[in-house]
């Protein structure tokens, strides 16, 4: 028997929750979601994230708040700096005030040399599971969003994520569609038409990242 008590929910997920009270159907798959994402960066593996359409610039979006600060300072590693003292001591300085630690994260729809070449050489529903077959390790996290949840080549990145040994989030809609069976863990946005769905993934995504980024490097303080 497990007497432990449960982990704290971190207060990027609490503060959503209670400015969004709709988003409390969700929020044990927003736990959930947390914490794969938090046990896959700490691990020392990577984010993979995909979409079509406003969903694309959603996965960027994603990977933008990841790779670079978000709400706190990010220092790069003493080990790092150290290096970079004796690698590079005339410019050391510089770059350690200008880099700052990632939370390592790939946006699928932005390759778009590679995306482009799947889609004509081969066919569209297969450019993000090509890529997920070639980035995708054991331990990593794809991140599939679809607002109907039934876009092929998002399905079709979530069945090579399983081949791979990757989890899968899906971000959709309330229907939930094809994604919502194919996924290792669904976030529903409790709404139906696709812009609506669209507005509740902005909230759901910041606050996975913001808690991402309090467990990482709150230590270091929020910046101004």
Excluded at 21 to 29: F, N
Excluded at 117 to 135: E, H, K, S, T
Excluded at 148 to 176: F, P, Q, W, Y
């Amino acid at each position: 028997m497990n007497d432990s008590a449960p982990e704290p929910r971190p207060t990027a997920l609490t503060e959503v929750l209670e400015r969004l009270p709709s988003l409390g159907s969700i929020a044990s798959e927003l736990d959930a979601a947390f914490v794969a994402l938090r046990d896959a960066l700490r691990a020392g593996h990577k984010i993979l994230a995909c979409g079509n359409g406003g969903s694309a610039a959603d996965a960027d979006h994603i990977v933008g708040e990841l790779m670079k600060s978000f709400a706190y300072h990010r220092p790069i590693s003493r080990r790092d700096q150290a290096a970079l003292r004796a690698l590079a001591p005339d410019v050391a300085s510089e770059l350690i005030a200008g880099l700052e630690s990632p939370l390592a994260a790939i946006s699928l729809p932005s390759q778009t040399g590679l995306l482009t070449a799947i889609a004509n050489d081969v066919a569209y529903p297969f450019v993000f599971a090509q890529q997920v077959l070639g980035l995708g390790a054991p331990g990593d996290v794809l991140i599939a969003i679809s607002t109907s949840g039934n876009s092929k080549n998002v399905l079709h990145a979530c069945r090579v994520a399983r081949l791979r040994g990757v989890i899968s989030i899906g971000l959709t809609g309330a229907d939930g569609g094809e994604l919502a069976r194919t996924a290792d863990i669904t976030l529903r946005a409790p709404a139906r038409e696709t812009h609506l769905i669209q507005e509740l993934h902005l909230p759901i995504y910041h606050a996975l990242c913001l808690a991402l980024e309090e467990h990482f490097f709150a230590v270091h303080g929020r910046r101004g």
